[in-house]
């Protein structure tokens, strides 16, 4: 059992920066591969980023490519994900999940924990 919960939301203005971050409890967090999604009023629950369970491995939506960077601390049991050059399209509910034994995948449903969530706004 896995319990994640997201921190770092917030309002910003655009070509601002976030970090959001990702706390895990429960055992084996090294065994998990991590992922970020969004989710916009009125739209379907989107990937935006994931990493191995090193670390050493990352994968990206095109459309944070170059803006978006996920890592992970094992020792911490906590993920990252630094936003920058933030636009008004990024603005949602943005979720981390845990998916046992798996890494990269961009499915929702092969991710096995999620946290609460944390919104993050951009607007001037």
């Known amino acids: 059992q896995v319990q994640l919960v997201e921190s770092g939301g917030g309002l910003v203005q655009p070509g601002g920066s976030l970090r959001l971050s990702c706390a895990a409890s429960?055992?084996?967090?090294?065994?998990?591969?991590m992922a970020w999604f969004r989710q916009a009023p009125g739209k379907e629950r989107e990937f935006v980023a994931a990493?191995?369970?090193?670390?050493?491995?990352?994968w990206y939506a095109d459309s944070v490519k170059g803006r978006f960077i996920v890592s992970r601390v094992n020792a911490e049991k906590t993920v990252f994900l630094q936003m920058k050059s933030l636009k008004a399209e990024d603005t949602a509910v943005y979720y981390c999940?845990?998916?046992?034994?798996?890494?990269?995948?961009?499915?929702?449903?092969?991710?096995?924990?999620w946290g609460q969530g944390t919104q993050v706004t951009v607007s001037s």
């Open positions: 429960g055992r084996a967090f090294n065994n998990y591969g």
């Open positions: 990493i191995s369970w090193s670390g050493g491995t990352q």
């Open positions: 999940a845990a998916a046992l034994s798996r890494a990269g995948s961009e499915i929702a449903s092969e991710y096995d924990y």
